[in-house]
């Protein structure tokens, strides 16, 4: 008998010390549940971290609105599997998710080169890839650590539901299989093209690829992309506000028909920028 007081007594005071021992707040959350490829993975923090690292990788973190915010972005062909996402905070103390990232789900369709191009498939690939070269040179810079924006991202036309083509197509192109890391909307030529956040425009250009093309910085390594514009509005260094009028829906470039193409790029990551703006808020 005495023998099991002792041990109620034990089992008693270990309880109570326990009980008596606060759990690590929670300072990390992060959307979406369950990630697939094109996704970008938006993690809230209510404390600045002092490291926050994604599968051992460095993530930069900057303030937003009540708190803090980070961005994971997932390219289309991203690896699929689970990776720890951890965040140590200045008390020492460690936050930790394991996060599945799953495979998207991509269409494939038959894309012949336009006739106007007079080009083989291989050439077309070759004049994509030199083309993309200057762009990834633009948006892969050391991000400015300054947000310009202070509110979610929106959409760029009056009407946004005419999807053309989705993010992450899969274009069959002769023997050349070429990747669509944008979204396309269909509309009229002369429609008016908004800016999706406020930011600074980084570049406003024409060439042969995409034709008129009008690039936003929106800071941190956030940057948005609008393609094939029949005209543009804006100039480098101009400061343009959510909304703001960036030029014109067109055909310019390699382009087929009028259309915008929409890209949106996080630390030079393409992902799907519809996903982006319902995603973060």
């Not at 930069?60 to 609105?65: I, K």
């Not at 599945?100 to 994509?128: D, E, R």
């Not at 909307?185 to 908004?194: D, E, I, L, N, S």
Request: proline fraction near 7%.
């Amino acid at each position: 008998m005495k023998k099991l007081l002792v041990l109620l007594m034990l089992f008693a005071t270990a309880t109570t010390a326990l009980a008596a021992t606060p759990l690590p707040a929670v300072r990390l959350t992060s959307t979406p549940f369950n990630p697939r490829q094109g996704d970008t993975i938006v993690v809230r923090l209510t404390q600045k971290p002092t490291l926050l690292t994604w599968n051992s990788q460095t993530v930069n973190v900057f303030p937003y609105q009540d708190g803090f915010r980070a961005l994971i972005p997932l390219a289309a062909t991203a690896k699929t599997g689970t990776f720890p996402l951890v965040a140590t905070f200045p008390d020492g103390v460690l936050n930790s998710q394991s996060i599945s990232v799953f495979a998207g789900t991509f269409p494939v369709v038959i894309l012949p080169v336009p006739a106007k191009l007079n080009q083989t498939p291989a050439q077309l690939v070759t004049n994509l890839a030199s083309t993309n070269k200057g762009i990834n040179a633009t948006v892969t810079t050391k991000p400015v650590e300054k947000l310009y924006f202070t509110e979610g991202f929106g959409l760029p036309l009056y009407n946004n539901r005419n999807i053309g083509s989705v993010f992450g197509e899969i274009r069959k192109t002769g023997d050349e299989e070429i990747r669509h890391l944008g979204t396309d909307f269909t509309a009229k030529t002369g429609t008016p093209v908004a800016a999706i956040n406020a930011g600074v425009v980084s570049k406003s250009y024409l060439d042969t690829t995409y034709g008129n093309t009008v690039i936003v910085d929106h800071g941190y390594g956030i940057f948005t992309l609008y393609m094939h514009l029949s005209e543009r509005k804006v100039k480098e260094g101009d400061v343009v506000k959510k909304g703001a009028p960036l030029g014109l829906v067109g055909q310019t470039g390699y382009a087929s028909g009028p259309h915008l193409h929409l890209s949106l790029k996080i630390n030079g990551t393409s992902v799907d920028p519809l996903r982006f703006a319902q995603l973060f808020k």
